[in-house]
């Protein structure tokens, strides 16, 4: 089934830790996100990527990086530098950038 | 700047009754996309709808009605007969046909009560 997919469900970080958040897409979408939820906040997008071997910063991108060497993959690490990390990650993917986006199930992350 | 507002942050109704979930949105923009997406307890964002900012035509699909009126920068989304399945939370969202970036509002939790 074509779809995405977020691994891992549930991840912890330890102080000073670099954790990274694995996205897959087999939908042949050119575009791909990266979104934080936070209670009551709405989601706030990360990063973005409308082509491989390129991507944007979002409104949020402070303490976080990404890449894309690969069409269906985008991997987020959450990096030391990311001071309150804990929330729910969620990953979605367009064909292109302003058409629809179809998401993952999302990763909950939490600090130890 | 463009901004999406979704003022009820819970709603809760007995299960039948109808429910309308409000968004107002910001946008300088005359070319531009509006959308609805559902969030069960399961997190991941189920797309509903999209409407382009040139039809303003009410759309209507089983139960799910929605309501775009571009003099008042709404775009509310009904639920009739509402059943115990549709409780989530409910994202509206808007893109500019410049950007490539969707806003999303923060949201309104939906209770269906039985």
């Known amino acids: 089934d074509g779809g995405i997919t977020q691994s891992p469900k549930y991840l912890f970080r330890k102080e000073g830790q670099n954790v990274t958040l694995s996205c897959e897409q087999n939908?042949?979408?050119?575009?791909m996100y990266w979104y934080r939820q936070d209670p009551g906040q709405g989601l706030r997008l990360i990063y973005y990527?409308?082509?491989?071997?390129?991507?944007q910063k979002g409104d949020i991108a402070e303490g976080y990086s990404v890449s894309r060497e690969k069409k269906e993959s985008f991997p987020l690490t959450v990096t030391s530098a990311q001071k309150n990390p804990t929330a729910f990650y969620l990953c979605?993917?367009?064909?292109?950038?302003?058409?629809?986006?179809?998401f993952g199930a999302g990763t909950r992350l939490s600090v130890l | 700047a463009q901004k999406v507002t979704q003022a009820q942050t819970e709603i809760s109704v007995v299960e039948k009754e109808d429910v309308t979930l409000d968004c107002v949105y910001e946008?300088?923009?005359?070319?531009?996309?509006l959308f609805w997406y559902k969030q069960p307890p399961s997190g991941e964002l189920v797309f509903l709808i999209r409407?382009?900012?040139?039809?303003?035509q009410n759309e209507i699909s089983g139960r799910y009605s929605w309501n775009f009126q571009k003099s008042t920068s709404s775009f509310n989304f009904t639920i009739t007969a509402s059943q115990v399945v549709d409780s989530a939370v409910y994202f509206c969202?808007?893109?500019?046909?410049?950007?490539?970036?969707?806003?999303f509002g923060k949201g309104t939790r939906l209770h269906i009560l039985p």
């Open positions: 979605a993917s367009s064909v292109r950038a302003k058409n629809i986006q179809y």
């Open positions: 969202a808007l893109s500019s046909y410049r950007d490539d970036k969707i806003i």
């Open positions: 409407r382009n900012s040139f039809d303003e």
């Open positions: 990527s409308q082509i491989v071997n390129d991507f």
């Open positions: 939908l042949n979408h050119d575009a």
């Open positions: 946008t300088r923009d005359t070319t531009y996309y």
